[in-house]
């Protein structure tokens, strides 16, 4: 770290050798864990811009999912958030959501979770969204916990992404994942908290309450989380 490896590590994501990138992105993600200083080093050497180039740019899982780990470690710092974020780091990580790669999707949804509560004012999120809708039913809790920890965020004090969420079967969705026999806590609260939002201060607010008590049983299913 103090010889200036980091600096030159970051600028050598600008190389387009897959396997050597594979490399550099696995370095850094060890460099920057638990590190605020290297994260902050990588930041002012251009790396978040460099990182959603990558995601944007190739195929290949290894160096997707070591990517994808560099960015879930950056996105817990206060100064990379933005840097992500303005890059376009949202959409390049939506991207890969699709993935047949369990490690790869896990680590965009854990990025995507971190930059979420700093994105609550972007519109134009559909692919995203569709996508966080999609993985409710997945049936993996770590993969429901953080889309619908994502989903929480986005649709705070947001109407347009309210308005897609319930649009795409959201409110169905979060209370099919609340429904389960055994539901763990870190489910619930993100859940709750996101159909908390779909039922209030938007166009199709009573929509959706009315679905919740007349079309889709809900209520019963909130009574159970309160006694659980």
Same mark, same amino acid.
């Given at each position: ?185 870190? $489910? ?23 679905? $919740? ?16």
């Amino acid at each position: 770290r103090q010889s200036g490896c980091l600096q030159k590590m970051t600028a050598l994501l600008r190389k387009n050798n897959i396997k050597f990138l594979t490399i550099c992105t696995d370095c850094l993600q060890i460099l920057a864990y638990g590190h605020q200083e290297s994260k902050l080093q990588i930041l002012c050497s251009g790396g978040p811009v460099e990182l959603v180039r990558i995601l944007r740019t190739y195929q290949y899982e290894k160096l997707l999912w070591t990517t994808a780990r560099v960015l879930k470690v950056l996105s817990v710092c206060a100064s990379n958030k933005p840097a992500i974020i303005v890059a376009g780091g949202m959409d390049a990580l939506a991207k890969h959501l699709h993935s047949s790669s369990h490690r790869l999707v896990l680590n965009c949804l854990w990025a995507l979770r971190n930059l979420s509560d700093a994105a609550t004012k972007m519109d134009n999120l559909q692919p995203l969204l569709h996508s966080l809708v999609r993985l409710l039913d997945c049936g993996d809790s770590s993969m429901i916990t953080c889309s619908a920890g994502i989903l929480s965020n986005l649709t705070c004090n947001n109407h347009a992404n309210k308005h897609v969420v319930f649009k795409m079967g959201g409110v169905e969705r979060l209370l099919r994942a609340v429904s389960q026999p055994v539901v763990k806590e870190d $489910i619930l609260e993100p859940c709750m908290c996101a159909l908390r939002h779909l039922t209030s201060r938007h166009e199709e607010e009573e929509a959706a309450r009315h679905s $919740i008590v007349h079309e889709l049983n809900g209520l019963p299913i909130i009574a159970r989380v309160l006694h659980a």
